[in-house]
């Protein structure tokens, strides 16, 4: 294969982020680890590395998936590769203040165990640089309270597989109205028996269709969000 004969070392930083776009797009963890810890090397700020290298190959990912040219396990494949770079990012990033998209709680409703959509929405969030706290599979309504009291997140995203737990979603966003906190986050909801009439009778922001759809909506909101502060 002659691919094993790419030196990534011998690469120009323009080539190694293209050749890191092609990493991430086959899932390979390594390269992007070795990709990762060059570009520091070189003086690369991390931010950049981030959003240059590592965002840009997961929104080329993004956009191969809602196209159904990828799967959810290639998809995953590409999530985990992004991971890893950003395993080695995060402290980095974190010590210099770098800009976020913003933060999401995100959970699979109670009575409910899947989690694969969930996971990849996730990913992919992180790998737009949104801080993303995982409250996992099976959460009752406190969960997401405690939670979004704790972290103060700008969206909340639930997450069904199972028309039976469909339903818990009204009761989240019933209880956050209740409490007068519901104007205060977008809630985003997704999962495979959902619509767009679903999130629209239970009150949500949005419904999102795949986890390409839930960035592309979270980031719109936040860019709202950021107009209303300014004031434009």
């Known amino acids: 294969m002659a691919d094993d004969e790419i030196i990534l070392e011998d690469l120009s930083d323009d080539e190694l982020v293209q050749q890191m776009h092609d990493d991430l797009y ?52 590409s999530a985990n590769a ?14 210099t203040g770098a800009p976020k998209q913003g933060k999401m709680v995100i959970g699979t409703v109670k009575g409910d165990i899947h989690d694969i959509g969930k996971n990849l929405v996730g990913m992919m969030m992180e790998g737009a ?43 989240v966003i019933d209880t956050m109205k209740e409490k007068g906190m519901r104007d205060d986050y977008v809630v985003l909801v997704g999962g495979a028996p959902l619509n767009e009439e679903f999130g629209k009778a239970v009150g949500a922001d949005a419904y999102c269709r795949d986890a390409a759809v839930a960035v592309e909506t979270a980031k719109e909101f936040m860019k709202r969000k950021h107009n209303q502060m300014s004031g434009a």
């Open 129 to 171: 640089g949104f801080d993303v706290i995982d409250l996992g599979i099976n959460n009752p309504v406190e969960n997401y309270l405690e939670a979004i009291e704790r972290e103060q997140p700008d969206i909340l995203g639930m997450s069904a597989l199972l028309t039976t737990t469909m339903p818990y979603m009204k009761v």
């Open 82 to 95: 992004m991971k890893a770079g950003m395993f080695i990012l995060r402290p980095l990033l974190a010590a």
């Open 26 to 77: 086959d899932g390979l963890k390594e390269e992007i680890e070795d990709a990762t810890n060059i570009l520091l090397k070189r003086g690369w700020v991390p931010y950049d590395i981030l959003t240059q290298a590592l965002v840009e190959g997961m929104r080329i990912v993004g956009v191969d998936f809602r196209d159904g040219i990828l799967f959810v396990p290639e998809v995953l494949l």
